[in-house]
């Protein structure tokens, strides 16, 4: 990736070199520096979109737009992606023909207890843009300190969030009058200033992540944490690491599927259960899908609470779907089970989706762990705090890519930040295997069987016969709405060489797909 960062480095140096001899137009880090397709970002949050957008067209990668979008989100969805949550990246690189994925997830306190868990968001985004990032650090973070310190109109996404999770807010005082929540619902559009949240955004700005795990920063978050009873130090914010390894990965045929790893397991899982002998791409009806997807769903969540090594290839899938049989309730038994039991898996997060016009894509899901996280906000640092982790849960971030590594092309990415991964799994299924469009592809019902409770929890838009196939089989069933949010694009013919895709924002919410043309 250095390779490429210089041979970038060398094209901006020259860029500017012909623009200060009279070439015009914007330098390079300025919006509109790239001319025609520059790529597109997909938010849960249409201002994180916008500031993505603004990225690609400055000149930065994939990576730089996902890191700049992020940050804005922690300002205008902080419910989902605040700065004290955790989460995942993978990044596909075409010039390497590699993926890498990027775990930091909220982590526990060395004390073992407290309710509060040691944030991942700077440290992980800090670590994609350590190694993907071509622009500046302090250029990427401006837009977000600019929103929390100017104030900006709350979004729909926003509001919605809020007044979803009310009566929850309404129990942590500080949280509430930071949000202006009261009996009435938030109006969109109304202003939200947010002065303590810009002053710790401008000391990551200036002095780097750093600052957050060893800094100014980090002693003011540490010390505001203990006054509302938490256990963090700040050898614990010294000690934190994003985990980073090879992303899953898989070819058949000629495509490559690339998930991340880690929290994407069970995504990776049960991608490779329903690929096996293209049983999902050849089942008959809704009713043969839901099945599949309720037995695949199962066995990906037991294998994961088991602990069973994690591998994603034709093999895994085969052994893994062992014992499927269409005309039969197939799922595990669910005493193997080692997740913890946990509500449905409901939308808890926000996702960032960014590809660039070399085809690089990153994508990112985000968790506070429940909408908000605790609820409380570490006084005078405008952060809202995630409970420390636990173990797995049935909820999880996960994020994948499809592409052609002998020919260099790049033909989707998605990701999700609450909800169940499976979801995600379907998608590329969907899309390259039964020629789904994604807006379509995205916007279907969706159910899992999480292995335990022996319960399977799905949408309410599923058909009454494929809800019915699924009593006749004797499963146990629970509507549950919205079981995520999923944010993606799908070129399909590939980038770079063929720049026409469809970006697409999950409908369940209220986010914005931007690219080029808008």
Request: charged share 20%; glycine share 14%; proline share 6%.
């Amino acid at each position: 990736m250095r390779l490429r960062q210089t041979a970038l480095a060398a094209g901006i140096g020259a860029s500017m070199m012909v623009s200060g001899c009279g070439g015009g137009g914007p330098a390079a880090g300025d919006e509109g520096f790239v001319e025609g397709f520059y790529g597109g970002v997909m938010a849960d949050e249409p201002r994180a979109a916008l500031v993505g957008r603004e990225t690609l067209s400055a000149g930065g990668s994939a990576a730089d737009a996902a890191v700049a979008a992020y940050f804005t989100l922690a300002v205008t969805m902080p419910g989902g992606a605040g700065l004290g949550g955790g989460g995942v990246c993978m990044v596909f690189e075409p010039e390497r023909k590699v993926a890498d994925s990027f775990e930091f997830l909220v982590g526990t306190p060395a004390s073992g207890d407290g309710p509060y868990g040691v944030p991942g968001n700077v440290r992980g985004m800090f670590a994609v843009h350590a190694r993907y990032g071509t622009l500046n650090w302090s250029r990427l973070l401006l837009p977000a300190e600019q929103l929390a310190r100017a104030g900006h109109p709350v979004s729909r996404a926003f509001a919605r969030d809020v007044d979803a999770n009310s009566d929850w807010l309404k129990q942590h005082p500080e949280t509430a009058r930071a949000f202006g929540v009261t009996d009435q619902p938030i109006v969109e559009a109304t202003p939200l200033q947010q002065i303590p949240l810009s002053t710790m955004l401008s000391s990551i700005r200036v002095r780097g992540a750093g600052d957050f795990s060893q800094g100014n920063s980090a002693r003011q978050f540490v010390e505001a944490v203990g006054r509302v009873g938490g256990t963090i130090t700040l050898d614990d914010m010294r000690a934190y690491r994003p985990r980073l390894q090879e992303a899953l990965t898989v070819t058949i045929s000629n495509e490559t599927i690339f998930v991340s790893a880690g929290a994407g397991d069970v995504a990776g899982r049960a991608w490779s259960m329903l690929k096996h002998d293209d049983l999902y791409a050849g089942a008959s009806d809704d009713a043969a899908r839901a099945h599949l997807l309720a037995a695949a769903s199962a066995r990906a969540y037991a294998a994961a609470g088991a602990g069973t090594a994690v591998s994603i290839s034709r093999d895994a899938g085969a052994s893994l779907m062992a014992g499927f049989d269409g005309a039969r309730r197939s799922v595990p038994d669910t005493g193997v089970a080692g997740l913890k039991e946990a509500r449905p898996a409901t939308q808890n997060g926000a996702s960032v989706v960014a590809v660039d016009r070399y085809g690089q894509v990153a994508a990112c899901g985000f968790t506070m762990g429940r909408p908000f996280g605790t609820g409380t906000m570490a006084p005078g640092t405008g952060i809202l705090l995630a409970a420390a982790d636990t173990g797995a849960t049935v909820s999880q971030p996960a994020a994948l890519a499809v592409v052609n590594l002998i020919s260099g092309q790049t033909f989707l990415g998605a990701a999700i930040g609450g909800g169940t991964p499976v979801a995600l799994a379907a998608l590329p299924l969907d899309v390259r295997g039964r020629d789904v469009p994604i807006d379509t592809a995205v916007a279907a019902p969706r159910l899992y069987h999480p292995a335990r409770p022996d319960t399977v929890y799905h949408e309410r838009a599923w058909s009454a016969a494929a809800l019915a196939g699924l009593e006749k089989l004797e499963f146990r069933l629970e509507a549950v709405d919205p079981l995520g949010r999923i944010n993606g694009f799908h070129c399909p013919d590939g980038l770079p060489r063929t720049p026409i895709c469809k970006f697409v924002n999950d409908p369940r919410g209220y986010g914005l797909s931007v690219n080029a043309d808008q």
